[in-house]
Each structure stands twice: as C-alpha cells, then as structure tokens.
C-alpha cells in the first residue's frame, strides 16, 4: 500500500518540506538515519524502503478510528536512538477547529491539526493521540518512521540479536552494553536548542526543490 502511485506521490510532497527541517534542525539525527539506509542498502539492495527518497524505514497508515501511540515511561530508556523522529501527516476531510487535534499527553498540550499538515516528533518518548472528529467527517494519518531494530542490527556489526548474543566477544557486548547506556543522552542531546531557530535558513535536501519563500 505504502508503494502505490498515490502514497508514495503524497509522501514525497510532504518528505520535500519536512526531511528539510529535520536536517536543519536535527543534523546528527537526519545523519543518523541517512548513514543507517546507506549501511542497509549497502548490506542488502533489497532491503525495502516506503519512499525511495526518504531516510525512514517504515511508514504506517492509520485508517481512522479511535488511535494511541502509549510508550511505557517504565520502559527501558536506553534503547532510545537519536534518530528516534518521525513524520506525522494527516489527511482527510474534517472540520479542524472541532476535532482532529493532536494531544501530547506528558507536556500537556493540545493542538489543532487541519488536513495535510505534518509535524516532525520524536514518538519513541512523547505519547499522542488524536481528538474525534464528527461521525460524517474522515480523518487517517500517515506516519513515517525508522524501527530502533535497524539501529540494533547496524549496531550488532550488521547481525541480529541472537546471532550477536552467541558469537560477539566479550569486549563486544561490553561496547554495546556502553553506547546502551548513553543512548538516552544522545537522543537528547539531538533535540533541537531554542537558540536553533534564531535568524534560521532552511536548506531543502533536493536539489532545486524550494518552495516559495521557504528562505525569504
């Protein structure tokens, strides 16, 4: 579904702007990705992509209804990435002021969210999920996303947990058992600053796709 001419059409529109802003403002962690989908693509040509033109491993469509993203905040921080950001879009036909808002349940926010807006956020740490819209209106979304198991792989010296556990050297799993433990600050450490924004440029990652004014 993710490849069909439409999606994929849908996604690239929305990767132009915001994969800009993610590597404007987040530069080790759209870095991170990049280097990940350079190292897959170079372990496997085949390993599959959503969007050709993106750094993100997986997309998920979400079809309307009643939806969650609840990360235990009991859980284990250090599998936490840098590269832990997504693409949220959404899409439909709704009434923006009366439903569909998107709520971030820990910062206590609540915000409007009209049709074909995307905002960048790190899902992996910020639980959300979306306002009701009336029973006549439609509301979907898609979220575009890297799974931390492609972090883990790459991290295993391209191998997977198990095959890691019974063959690394004890020096190995001393140094993944060290980047673990920094994973948490890392990923903070990649949020963007306050001071980031100030007298900004964005510089879009294709080559002569700009839109109007975006450096004005």
Not at 69 to 80: F, K, T, V
Not at 119 to 132: E, M, Q, R, T
Not at 142 to 151: A, E, F, K, N, T
Request: aromatic content about 12%.
């Amino acid at each position: 579904m993710v490849r069909h001419a439409f999606i994929s059409a849908l996604s690239d529109f929305f990767l132009i702007a915001v994969l800009g802003i993610l590597k404007h403002f987040c530069p080790d962690a759209y870095e991170t990705l990049r280097q990940d989908k350079e190292e897959m693509l170079d372990h496997n040509p085949n390993t599959f992509y959503p969007n050709e033109a993106s750094v993100f491993s997986a997309a998920t469509m979400e079809l309307g209804g009643a939806h969650f993203n609840i990360r235990d905040p009991r859980g284990d921080l250090r599998d936490l990435e840098p590269a832990g950001w997504n693409i949220l879009t959404a899409l439909g036909r709704y009434r923006a002021i009366h439903g569909g808002h998107v709520i971030f349940w820990q910062l206590g926010l609540v915000i409007q969210f009209p049709p074909g807006s995307s905002i960048l956020l790190p899902a992996g740490v910020v639980n959300y999920s979306f306002v009701k819209v009336d029973p006549t209106e439609t509301r979907f979304s898609l979220l575009q996303w890297s799974g931390g198991g492609v972090r883990r792989f790459l991290d295993n010296g391209r191998r997977m947990d198990m095959e890691f556990a019974a063959k690394a050297s004890p020096n190995e799993h001393a140094g993944r058992e060290h980047r673990r433990n920094l994973a948490h600050e890392i990923a903070i450490d990649s949020f963007p600053h306050v001071s980031t924004f100030k007298d900004s440029r964005i510089s879009f990652p294709y080559p002569g796709v700009n839109p109007p004014n975006a450096t004005q």
